[in-house]
């Protein structure tokens, strides 16, 4: 008869096993499904929350539409993976303009900052004189 020692030192091995055997399927699932979700690159994030992807595992393509010419898009899986893990976005950020509109925007917000500053040298100039 064994102890019961013995007996507990059996079931924890079986269950380490079995959590094992658990662990190796779902991953290999994932990786199947799509592109996976590398926790440890995603940005910092003060949330308690935990964002959809992060629990699914894995990225999916998003269908969203352009804010700025209402095109419908989609915002695969590995752009998302390129925008959370490496361009580190923060991670409720979604995409809301297509490739042109983005440009578009880009240019805007520059010349918008250039005037920023070229009024702010002209203010100072005068101000010096
Ligand atoms: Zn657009």
Request: glycine share 6%.
């Amino acid at each position: 008869m064994k102890s019961g020692k013995q007996r507990r030192r059996e079931l924890k091995a079986r269950r380490q096993r079995k959590r094992e055997k658990i662990h190796a399927a779902t991953v290999a699932e994932k990786a199947e499904r799509g592109v996976a979700v590398v926790v440890t690159e995603l940005a910092p994030c003060n949330s308690y929350g935990v964002p959809r992807f992060v629990v699914r595992g894995y990225y999916v393509d998003v269908d969203f539409t352009c804010v700025d010419c209402g095109v419908q898009q989609v915002w695969t899986a590995a752009q998302q993976k390129w925008w959370y893990e490496v361009a580190k976005g923060y991670v409720y950020s979604t995409a809301s303009r297509c490739r042109a509109c983005r440009r578009q925007e880009r240019e805007r917000r520059e010349a918008a900052r250039r005037a920023h500053l070229r009024g702010l040298a002209d203010k100072r100039q005068r101000v010096a004189e």
